[in-house]
């Protein structure tokens, strides 16, 4: 009750303070001559999130609806996460398939966001079912596919008696939930150091209903990342016990996602970040 009080006496000593000056005002403004309401209006302009991000927030919805959680780790990352760890020696023919900067000698900007998995797991017991959106780095060429910078989302689920099926079961129903019920997944075998059996998959062309078209290079699916059956030497370079435990994890070309559903036929578009590009989203 005393603070209410106050309040009252602030709220009354304000109120006079707004009518005493609006008294004072009285008869100075000429709104007549002062004033064109005849006068365009200026437009404001409103910023929005970039369409990478808003790519990003959906799929977290989607999976936060699964029982995801999410999970983040750097982008400068050391040899130990981006590649040993996740059973990628040194001289492992692997390590030529993501050019990679180096900052300096063991240091590096991560090739993909798998680097998050060890982390992950290093830092919590099973059950772990996270995802992990996030920028990525290789030296690749700019072109119409390619970006130096470039992101992805990890997942990661891991407890015990866990499925292919299940991995199949949980990016089936991500590829639905994010283009509607008619779109199409296919998993192709593969091969990564961190999965065993590893595959690709691809979904349906959405832009082209699968007939074929420039962005799917005339074949009516496009490649959205790799998925698998954490390798156990995964689990024991993080001290899990392989017999107790199986996983899956997945990545997946966030980029790719964002050109599907808004139509871009070019990723350098997304970085670019041409207002007249960006105000469209
Ligand atoms: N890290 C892989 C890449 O950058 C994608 C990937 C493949 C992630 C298989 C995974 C996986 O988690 O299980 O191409």
């Known amino acids: 009750p005393a603070a209410g009080a106050r309040l009252n006496q602030l709220k009354k000593k304000l109120t006079d303070l707004i009518e005493a000056k609006a008294e004072s ?68 023919p692997a390590r030529d398939l993501s050019d990679t900067f180096y900052v300096e000698k063991g240091i590096l900007l991560r090739t993909h966001t798998s680097t998050v998995q060890v982390r992950t797991m290093q830092a919590q017991k099973p059950p772990v079912r996270i995802i992990s959106p996030g920028r990525c780095y290789r030296s690749d060429t700019p072109d119409a596919s390619h970006s130096p910078v470039f992101f992805q989302c990890e997942g990661l689920y891991v407890d015990r008696n866990v499925t292919f099926g299940d991995m199949k079961g949980v990016i089936i129903a991500f590829a639905k939930e994010m283009f509607g019920p008619d779109v199409k997944v296919r998993f192709r075998p593969h091969f990564f150091p961190f999965t065993e059996p590893s595959v690709e998959y691809d979904f349906s062309c959405m832009l082209c209903g699968s007939k074929g078209c420039r962005v799917c290079k005339y074949n009516g699916w496009l490649e959205i990342s790799g998925a698998g059956m954490v390798d156990p030497e995964v689990f024991m370079a993080v001290g899990y016990d392989p017999e107790e435990y199986t996983g899956y994890a997945f990545g997946m070309g966030v980029d790719r996602i ?19 590009f960006l105000r469209q989203f």
Do not use: W
Request: glycine letters at 8%; proline letters at 6%; charged letters at 30%.
């Open 25 to 92: 005002l009285k008869g100075r403004i000429e709104p007549e001559a002062s004033f064109d309401y005849t006068l365009p209006g200026r437009r404001s302009f409103v910023g929005r999130r970039h369409p990478l991000m808003q790519t990003v927030e959906r799929i977290v919805h989607i999976f936060r609806g699964m029982g995801f959680a999410i999970a983040t780790g750097p982008d400068i990352e050391t040899d130990f996460y981006n590649f040993d760890a996740l059973n990628t020696p040194e001289n492992h």
């Open 258 to 276: 964002t050109m599907l559903r808004y139509r871009i036929g070019d990723i350098r578009l997304l970085y670019d970040n041409d207002v007249r």
